[in-house]
């Protein structure tokens, strides 16, 4: 379990491909919002604020989370199948896009304070909202990865289903980055970080049982 | 295995949708400042919800009896349960839009529930988009019956949670509990709860007919495998 995630860390770092296109990608995104609207009156607001942070985080987590099945080697995968259960794999699978999300939040952030602004007023909610928002996308992504890598890789395919699925976390989250923004204090925040809580934990559970079925063919 | 010939259910179902249709122009109902004449919508309207919940949960119980035991028949079963309770969410929205455009002044108003339920069909159109995009039968199948367990396990926060925390003009929003805003009297049950139950049988029998057909139409194809072979 733990080899596995180091495989797939290690891997990806040798890999380096995959990760510079990754936050070029970010960067990009970042910079054509800051060309567009960067200097209009309207971007400084909280709201149209944490509605592009997301949205930005949400395109790259996509599109991060999509490559995770596609197999270093071509032959890789019978091996990996006759070493570890498929349980093992989809958490491990989670649990690294849940740090390679939070690493991309955290330099999206970054971004965002520089181009843009920073109306975050508690950070410590923020950076709450942005750990499980993470590992929200992450344990919602990776199955429906795994369910579109088997649809012969179709990137169209992976957007249609995860959209819809990852709205509710969203919503939650932007509504957070609001309060967070306003300076309202936590407890007005409780119930919705308890409802992302209890989505990833549903999630994560749903993925557990159902990715052997996919894993198996 | 649904017993789907029997007739009783079928006249049961026949009789109850008469019987709220009549009843639901015809009897008392309370008099709401806004709302007015156009509560009666309620009996038409909430039951398709009540509807496409059912048809999906049925639709989620098949695939997983597919996962466990790799039947065909349970895939079939499946796939037509979450289509009509698509046509069921469909008409859900529409007549919600139709009655949203007589008190609330607009079709879409953007409430979290119109929206929620928007987004419950976004997820069901792009399980039948997975089920279009897959070549093999068997692939196609399982890969679907995991969409819809997911998809299903997804939506219940969308429809029944999140709409409940924020402010809606649904009643049950802001944490008030579902149907007491609605003065749902005495009377309103007598017709709105059988308008359930038939709506919920008429959607099984719609269903129950499409999945005989594509089991007719499985058994013409072997059929003609057979010939051929």
Redesign the interface.
């Known amino acids: 379990m733990k080899e596995l995630l180091f495989l797939q860390l290690k891997l990806e770092i040798r890999n380096q491909s995959i990760l510079t296109s990754l936050f070029l990608y970010l960067v990009c995104l970042v910079f054509i919002i800051y060309l567009t609207i960067g200097n209009q009156p309207t971007s400084q607001s909280p709201a149209i604020w944490s509605a592009l942070f997301w949205m930005t985080l949400l395109f790259t987590t996509v599109n991060t989370i999509a490559k995770s099945f596609i197999p270093y080697k071509p032959d890789s995968g019978p091996y990996m199948y006759s070493i570890v259960s498929a349980e093992q794999i989809i958490l491990a699978k989670i649990f690294y896009g849940f740090v390679l999300n939070t690493l991309i939040g955290c330099i999206g952030f970054i971004l965002f304070s520089t181009l843009l602004k920073n109306p975050i007023e508690d950070l410590w909610l923020f950076l709450g909202t942005l750990l499980l928002a993470s590992y929200g996308f992450s344990a919602?992504l990776t199955?429906?990865s795994g369910?579109a890598s088997?649809?012969?890789n179709?990137s169209v395919?992976m957007a249609?289903?995860s959209?819809?699925?990852i709205?509710?976390i969203l919503?939650?989250v932007i509504k957070i980055t609001r309060h967070a923004s306003d300076g309202l204090e936590i407890a007005a925040s409780y119930?919705?970080l308890i409802?992302i809580a209890?989505?990833n934990i549903?999630?994560t559970a749903?993925?557990y049982l159902?990715f052997p079925?996919?894993w198996r063919? | 295995m649904l017993n789907l010939k029997s007739i009783w259910w079928k006249s049961l179902c026949a009789l109850l949708l008469i019987y709220s249709v009549v009843g639901g122009f015809l009897m008392r109902v309370p008099r709401l400042s806004i709302v007015n004449e156009t509560i009666r919508a309620l009996y038409y309207h909430v039951p398709m919800w009540f509807g496409m919940v059912f048809m999906f949960l049925v639709s989620t119980w098949y695939a997983v009896k597919y996962?466990r035991n790799h039947r065909m028949d349970d895939d079939i079963i499946s796939v037509e349960f979450a289509n009509t309770g698509l046509v069921f969410g469909l008409l859900g929205i529409v007549t919600g839009m139709i009655w949203a455009n007589y008190t609330w002044g607009t079709p879409w108003h953007g409430d979290p529930k119109q929206n929620g339920a928007a987004?419950?069909l976004?997820?069901y159109f792009?399980y039948f988009?997975?089920r279009g995009?897959?070549s093999n039968d068997e692939?196609r199948a399982?890969?679907g019956?995991?969409?819809n367990?997911?998809?299903f396990?997804?939506m219940i926060?969308?429809i029944f949670?999140?709409p409940r925390?924020t402010s809606s003009m649904h009643p049950g929003s802001g944490g008030n509990p579902g149907f007491n805003m609605y003065d749902l009297d005495n009377n309103m049950r007598k017709v709105f709860y059988p308008a359930v139950i038939g709506w919920i049988l008429m959607g099984c029998w719609i269903a129950s007919l499409r999945i005989r057909l594509r089991r007719i139409e499985e058994r013409i194809l072997d059929e003609a495998y057979e010939k051929s072979a």
Do not use: D, H
């Open positions: 919602s199955l429906l369910i088997k649809a012969n179709n395919v249609v289903l959209f819809p699925v709205i509710g919503l939650m119930n919705e409802t209890a989505i549903l999630v749903v993925s159902l079925y996919i063919s | 996962l987004i419950a976004l997820v792009a988009v997975l995009s897959l692939q399982r890969l019956a995991v969409y367990i997911f998809a396990f997804a926060p969308l949670i999140i925390m």
